[in-house]
Structure formats: C-alpha cells, structure tokens
C-alpha cells in the first residue's frame, strides 16, 4: 500500500452527533462534532494535510462524510465499531463556564419547538459545567494507525480514555512521529491516575490541561495551585499549556519558574463547546507547519478558540475568513505577559 507522503500530523480523538442550542437560542441539530473534529477543524485553518483516526458507526461516516472531506480527505483512520457507540449529545449553552446536558425537552418547549426524537436516545443526562463529554469506551490501539500515516511527523491527542494516550505513543514513534501533543481527559487527571501520570507525559513535547483539572488531580494533596503546577512540570512533558478558568492560557517550559500568559482574545461566547480543542488543533498546524516561537502559535490558537465560541460546530470553524485569524492572533500577540510562575497564579491560590 503506497505511502501517503503529504500527511504531515495525527489527529486521535471521539466522533459525536451534536444537538446544541446555543446562548442566542439558536439550534443546531444533529451537526458532526466530538474532540477529534474540533481539533482537526482548527488545525484545518491552516493546514489540511491531517490523518484523522477515530471510532464510528457506519451511519456516522454516511450522514458526516462531506463534512469530513472538508477538513481533510485522510480518512483511512476512520474506523467503524463493532459496537454502537453512545455518541449522541446534547447541549444547552447557558455562559462559557455552564451548559446543560438534560432537561432537552423542557428547553425544546421553551423555544416552542418540536423535540427531536433522536435525543430520546439519551439513556442518562447529566448536568456539566466547564466539562466536556466523557472520552469513547473503546481504546485505540497500534492497529487503528493505517500505513498511509506513516509519514506524519506529528500526533495531537485528544481528551480519550488512559489506555489509548499511553498505548498508542511508543508505535508512532517508530512509525517516525516527531513531536506527540496530548490534550488531557478528565477521566485521568484526577488523585487515583496521579502515580501513572509521569510515565505518560515523559518525552511528551506540549501537554494540554485545564485549571481545575489540574486542582482536582493534586487538591487533595496540596493547597497552593503554583506548587501543583512546579510539580506537574517534574512529570516530564518539554511544555504544558494551560487554559486558566478565566483569562487566558499558561504557557510552562519544563522545570523554568518563569510562565507565559497568553490572554483571550475578547468575544461573546455563543458557544463554548470544542473551544479547546480548536485551541490544540491551531497550535499543532503552527507548530508543524510553520516556524512561530511557541507563543506566537498559541497566540494563533488563542485567536482561533476565540472564533469557536463565537458559533456552533465545526462548519463554522472552517468558514472562518483566513485575515479573521490572523489580525485576532495579532492582537493577543501584543498582550502576551511573561512573569514568575507565582505571580502568575497568586489569583489562583485555594
């Protein structure tokens, strides 16, 4: 099987069926969606040259393939399970920190709208607020990397179960893969994963993390947030990105005690959901794709979660004017802050 040479990075994540309404009452209705194709939509701004790999069902690929194609025609890593997954979800935006996972037919109504009957599908909602949906159940193994990704030279993982972020590195990496961005999932960043955590950020290039996943993994062992965070730069990644609860992102370099704040670019959140995503999908094109200093990429990725949350879905992602992006990431560029890790997060003590 010939290689297919013009990949140049890995995107590994979960594929959803996405029903949200967003802060305006808009709705949008059974839209593709999931961590894989956020991520792959912000780092299809700037480059499209991405191998998706992801698990679906048959009907999935049937209804979303257009979709897909828009974003990259590397489709080969898109396998279909031999399970159904449970990958309906639903959203009720309220603010950028709070949405709804329940409650669909009352919202429905509210609106005077008919509800739709797919949602019915949904066994037990629950309520989310700042969290994301939970990762696929199916593990991703050495198997699901087909081998026309072999000359890829980068992987983005996206928020998925422990096993397939631990499993997965060491066969890219003979399969000549240079730099490995992981994205973390809530289902092991808390206190009963911490002692398995070095061994999966050791040689990590950049790892992605949130504030409170950060507080929930070490609150039960420390009280101030900037000693969380000294201690999670000894766990080996080269580089961490945080996204602050409020303002922006913090840029870590190993054991320096220096950090960097890359703010927000400022918009009306319509809708909030893969804006991280979107964020690590950004900083990944630029960083494989182009010579940008690491601020200079997450000042890009900064612009274009700003661009996420101001609509719903990926198919407004990819409309995004290219000169939108640029003139965004120029203006958070010019308020990039460089100061002592505890200055940074005095704020932020517990």
């Not at 897909?68 to 950028?96: F, K, Q």
């Not at 999966?200 to 947030?225: H, M, P, S, W």
């Not at 996204?243 to 992102?249: A, E, I, L, V």
């Not at 999908?281 to 700003?306: K, P, W």
Request: proline share 5%; hydrophobic share 40%; glycine share 6%.
């Amino acid at each position: 099987m010939p290689v297919q040479e013009n990949i140049n990075t890995i995107i590994c994540g979960s594929l959803h069926q996405e029903t949200i309404i967003n802060a305006l009452d808009q709705v949008s209705l059974n839209h593709p969606g999931g961590s894989l194709l956020y991520a792959a939509s912000g780092y299809a701004l700037c480059d499209r040259r991405i191998g998706l790999v992801g698990k679906t069902h048959a009907q999935f690929l049937t209804d979303f393939h257009q979709d897909l194609e828009e974003i990259t025609t590397a489709l080969e890593g898109i396998t279909l399970s031999v399970h159904l997954p449970n990958d309906i979800r639903y959203y009720r935006i309220r603010s950028r920190e709070k949405w709804e996972t329940s409650h669909f037919k009352r919202h429905f109504y509210e609106l005077g709208q008919e509800v739709p009957k797919f949602l019915l599908a949904l066994e037990r909602p629950s309520s989310n607020t700042f969290s994301m949906s939970p990762p696929c159940n199916q593990p991703l193994t050495s198997s699901d990397f087909p081998p026309q990704y072999v000359g890829a030279k980068a992987l983005l993982l996206t928020p998925m179960d422990f096993l397939s972020h631990f499993s997965c590195i060491p066969h890219l990496r003979r399969m000549g893969i240079q730099k490995v961005l992981i994205r973390s999932s809530p289902s092991y960043m808390i206190p009963a994963k911490l002692c398995v955590l070095p061994k999966l950020l050791n040689g990590i290039d950049f790892f992605f993390t949130t504030e409170q996943e950060v507080k929930t993994l070490f609150g039960a062992r420390f009280d101030r947030y900037q000693t969380m965070l000294e201690i999670l730069c000894r766990f080996g990644a080269a580089h961490m990105v945080i996204k602050n609860s409020q303002d922006g992102y913090l840029l870590l370099h190993g054991d320096d005690q220096r950090a960097t704040l890359v703010p927000d670019h400022f918009v009306f959140t319509v809708d909030p959901i893969g804006e991280y995503d979107c964020f690590c999908g950004v900083f990944t094109a630029c960083l494989a794709t182009t010579s940008r200093s690491i601020e200079a990429c997450a000042a890009y990725a900064s612009a274009a979660a700003s661009i996420c949350r101001e609509g719903s879905g990926v198919r407004y992602i990819l409309n995004t004017y290219p000169d939108i992006l640029r003139l965004r990431a120029e203006m958070v560029a010019h308020q990039i802050i460089s100061s002592p890790i505890a200055s940074l997060t005095a704020s932020r003590e517990l």
